[in-house]
């Protein structure tokens, strides 16, 4: 397992931004997830090791972009254009990551979670 803490939530107007941090050492890959009140967790963005590979819930691309800097142990998520409708607790997640082509943006596919930051977005 691996130890993940976010940071970066808050409450901001709508069509502003945010930038979410998570702090993960290792070799692994990441994602990010979220959870509003009453709905299941969704997947929102995941990056590889190397951060050659991103990969986006349809709903967020174009506006969210994940990131990460290795030699900081950081992976970033920075939310533009935000809406209410983005309002819930952000959840960083953590695989080790193998290598390949696979990607992976289920829930049950992460084994490390963090214990997530609340993003509120005001209308």
């Known amino acids: 397992q691996v130890h993940l803490v976010e940071s970066g939530g808050g409450l901001v107007q709508a069509g502003g931004s945010l930038r979410l941090s998570c702090a993960a050492s290792g070799r692994i890959y990441a994602g990010w997830f979220r959870q509003a009140p009453g709905k299941e967790r969704e997947f929102v963005a995941a990056i590889s090791w190397s951060g050659g590979r991103t990969y986006y819930a349809d709903s967020m691309k174009g506006r969210f972009t994940i990131s990460r800097d290795n030699a900081l142990n950081t992976v970033y998520l920075q939310m533009n254009s935000l809406k209410p409708e983005d309002r819930a607790v952000y959840y960083c997640?953590?695989?080790?990551?193998?290598?390949?082509?696979?990607?992976?943006?289920?829930?049950?596919?992460?084994?490390?979670w963090g214990q997530g930051t609340q993003v509120t977005v005001s209308s």
């Open positions: 997640a953590a695989r080790p990551d193998s290598g390949g082509s696979y990607y992976y943006t289920g829930v049950t596919d992460f084994g490390s």
